[in-house]
């Protein structure tokens, strides 16, 4: 009996050519665009994961409270984690991570640029999984002046992976000996890092220094331990330990500090909630966002359905004549469990077929997807394993969902009315149809109205005042390295045809890290004078360079010596500091961690605010000071012969650091950086968005096809009476276009309210606009009567001799 059904419904299909293939390929692109996405789910979710110990692994983080500002960080001082070790029995291990910039590495005759080094504390292997392939992960790092390096590194310098005990020189003058190499870490890692440095060489990580904020700080748990009582005793602990270094900076001890408003609290973040749900400063590392996976979950299965949906359509849609073969088959004594699953094998077998479709097209897509969303998934045994499986269910549950009405549908028709004819009582429930045209078009409208909303948004960041001009300035880096030369670099590069103005300053509008302290406004240095603030180190070439705007007062000019105390603030500063005229005012600069020891600066000028943060984030308070810094060297250009220039610049790089790369970038580059992931998200969009309205209009030329297929007398019957063809199109064509205005009404508001949460989450957002929505449903608009016109126009223009005669 089965090999009849296969042999049947083979037939069928084969019968049927042009709705079989559109079935399959609907069917095949909905299957490819939710397997892509699950790839990527499947790769968000797993970060991390490789840890045999990831349930008993937190990060420790402080939420601050001081000077006017809320500040959430990923680090923690500097002795919280021998504090943990001695005084709850819950914890096993604490390892510090301590980044601290660039190095340059010899290799060879040359000096190579590494970026991914940090500092560790020896514990690193009893809570992280570090394979470990050269060396003793117990002792690796507990000596000074110890290295540890990734199996990638080991070959790069070394040419092979057994490298303990060699030598690395960094920055010409420190040398570091391998105790250890690793494997590469995992890229579903929260951090990657390729040089790990020993800890014990770091003076900041033996200070008892509680009112700094430098070391991201992990916790291995006991097995068993709470993580309730172990969060419970944090606030005492807290209290206990800051409030004598609180009492000596700002003159209150933590419950003053705690009336004012203030406070430090410290959480625990479990380990594998890191990428996907934690947004802090000093992340070890771009993490990504929860929604982004809920809201591409949300589109799979959407597209899934819809898929399926239009299955059902189009089956419905050669129901007429499948109904015939079913009046056929009951008359000739066939029971109707025979015809469902009949009808649920060829279902069935055009899911399967779809299905080996859609897994080509997906390894045939991979590549794109992966340069797309920045991923770098690929196929192997592994995701076969699970990928088979689910994939045999899928087909199993998705071939009988997607072919459950119409098997139960004609397999319910009576075959005395199908023979004499009479079809139209079998069609007349248009409730359930209805009700897909509604349901696919919400979704493609509220996909659509989406990413038209991202886009805005993303162009109205690329197009936003940020009060400083990004456009052609480029940044040389590793001028960390330079020491004096940096400075005899900068005037070598003033001095070329094209270039504008340069600048060293100690960070840029457009740089990651950043720096800050407490300023007060009086001697006495309590809290109710305090300033938090960032506090850079520029040069008086520093604002002119990046075309800022002075407000008050005026720059820093590098001929008048009493401009060594000199500030200059942004607006922001001023609002907090409250002073009506804040140039001359005197603020008092901490010269160590407890503000024991004050300098006396005084205010000459204030600056427009300008957004030194990403646009999801308020500007905050800032203060520049008159100082040499070798951080970054930016440089703005004008120039048409761009190629040559740069040339130039590396030919006088080469004159002070022969042994150095040459490396730089361009500030508008560095500023699209930081929306990587929101230009990433926003492309993916459209293609998903795009791939929903193509499966869409397949669900609706399929019911344009069975309206016009049941209505075939009627139009008959009116093209003899006179009808044109208008008449008939539009006839055909206003109960869908009624449809898709409801799914406009459903999909719009639902659609803004989503939006308008997801742009919660930049300070500066230009609103959803009335137009995008009206955009978005016209476009829908059009391309739904564009899909229903074609089936429209030719049940209009067939002869009513020949659908008079048939019916």
Known sequence: MFKNYIKTAFRSLKKNKGFTIINILGLALGLCVCM???????????????????????????????????RSFAEVPAPLAATFMSNFPEVEKVVRFRGWGEYKIRKGNQNVQEHSIIYADPGIFDVFTLPMLD??????????????????????????????????????????KVTGVIKDIPKQSHFRFDFFLAMTDLQESKEDNWLSNNFNTYVLLKPGASIQKLQAKLPAMVKKSISGQLQAAIRIDYDQFERTGGYFHLNLTPLQDIHLRSNRLA????????????????????????????????????????????????????????????????????????????????WALLPLFNQTSGKEIIFTAQTFAWLVPLLIVGIIVIGCLAGSYPAFFLSAFQPIDVLKGKLASGFKGGFLRSFLVVFQFSISIFLIIGTMVIYHQLKYIQ???????????????NTNNL??????????????????GATLSSYSPTAGNRNSTTFFTSQAHDSKTALATQFWDVDADY?????????????????????????????????????????????????????????????????????????????????????????????????????????QFKSKWQAVSPNMEFDYSFMDEEFDASYRAE????????????????????G???????????????????????????????????????????????????????????LKGFAYRDGIKWWIIVAAGAGAMFIAVITISFQSIKAALANPVKSLKSE
Request: proline fraction near 2%.
């Open 463 to 477: 197009s936003k005042n940020l009060g400083y001009d990004r456009e052609h300035v480029m940044v040389i880096k």
């Open 543 to 647: 604002v002119p360079t990046m075309s800022m705007k002075v407000t008050a007062g005026r720059n820093f000019a590098k001929e008048m010596m009493t401009d060594s105390t000199a500030l200059v603030i942004n607006e922001t500063a001023a609002r907090q500091l409250g002073f009506a005229d804040p140039i001359g005012k005197e603020l008092y600069l901490p010269m160590d961690n407890t503000a024991t020891k004050l300098k006396q600066m005084h205010i000459i000028g204030v600056i427009k605010d300008f957004n030194f943060n990403t646009l999801r984030d308020n500007v905050t308070a800032l203060v520049f000071q008159l100082a040499e810094s070798n951080g970054r060297l930016s440089v703005r250009i004008k120039t048409a012969d761009m190629p040559n220039l740069i040339s």
């Open 36 to 70: 892509l996405i699950v790839f990527y789910v499947i790769d968000e979710l797993s970060y991390d994961k490789y840890n045999t110990r990831i349930d008993r692994i937190y990060r420790v983080n402080n939420d601050i409270k001081f000077g006017g500002q809320t």
């Open 483 to 500: 020491g004096n030369d940096a400075k005899v670099l900068k005037h070598e590069l003033e001095r070329l045809p094209g270039v504008q």
């Open 679 to 698: 230009q990433r998200i926003g492309t993916i969009f459209i293609i998903f968005t795009t791939m929903a309205i193509i499966i869409a209009c397949l």
């Open 283 to 362: 992340e070890l590392d771009d993490n990504s966002n929860i929604q982004y996976v809920y809201i591409f979950s949300a589109i799979a299965i959407f597209i899934l359905l819809i898929a399926c949906v239009n299955f059902m359509n189009l089956s419905t849609a050669r129901s007429a004549n499948r109904a015939r073969e079913v009046g056929v088959r009951k008359v000739l004594g066939s029971p109707r469990k025979f015809l469902i699953a009949q009808f649920l094998s060829e279902s069935i077998i055009v899911t399967f077929i779809a299905t080996v479709i859609a897994v080509f097209g997906a």
């Open 135 to 176: 060396g003793d992960p117990a002792t690796a790092l507990k000596d000074p002046r110890s290295i540890v390096i990734n199996q990638t590194m080991a070959k790069k310098y070394f040419n092979t992976t057994n490298a303990v005990g060699k030598m690395l020189l960094l920055n010409d003058s420190l040398n570091y």
């Open 700 to 758: 609706l030329f399929g019911l344009a096809a069975y309206a016009a297929e049941q209505r075939t007398k009627e139009i008959g019957n009116r093209k003899v009476l006179g009808a044109n063809v208008s008449i008939i199109v539009g006839m055909l064509s206003k109960d869908f276009i009624k449809l898709v205005i409801i799914s406009i009404l459903i999909a719009s508001p639902l659609a803004w309210l989503s939006m308008q949460q997801w």
